[in-house]
């Protein structure tokens, strides 16, 4: 069993940045894609970031320009890379790996931007 195990979340400024990470506990064979995902109170989990196994990358429409999304295989290890960051953008933060047979959910990461 795969375990995801985010960190890097916290409570920072508007405008300040923080970078999430979500280690693998092990590498996961034929990945298709990875990604980040928030939920904050009341509202629907959203996808922020993605990037597939061939390299596609997306992000939501608030992220663009702010937020980087990327991998280090040889650490079994994804990053969001978060700037100048809004009173919006706090939520819980989940990492996602999509494989061939199974899908892996963190147990999330909790970032507070205050304003």
């Known amino acids: 069993q795969v375990q995801l195990v985010e960190s890097g979340g916290g409570l920072v400024q508007t405008g300040e940045s923080l970078r999430l990470s979500c280690a693998a506990s092990?590498?996961?064979?034929?990945?298709?894609?990875m990604g980040w995902y928030r939920q904050s109170p009341g509202k629907q989990r959203e996808q922020v970031a993605s990037?597939?196994?061939?390299?596609?990358?997306n992000y939501i429409d608030s992220a663009k320009g702010r937020f980087t999304i990327s991998r280090d295989a040889a650490k079994n290890t994804l990053y969001l890379q978060m700037n100048s960051l809004k009173p919006e953008d706090t939520a819980v933060y989940y990492c996602?790996?999509?494989?061939?047979?199974?899908?892996?959910w963190g147990q999330g990461t909790q970032v507070t931007v205050s304003s």
């Open positions: 996602n790996v999509v494989g061939d047979l199974e899908v892996y």
């Open positions: 092990r590498s996961i064979f034929s990945i298709r894609a």
């Open positions: 990037l597939t196994s061939s390299g596609i990358i």
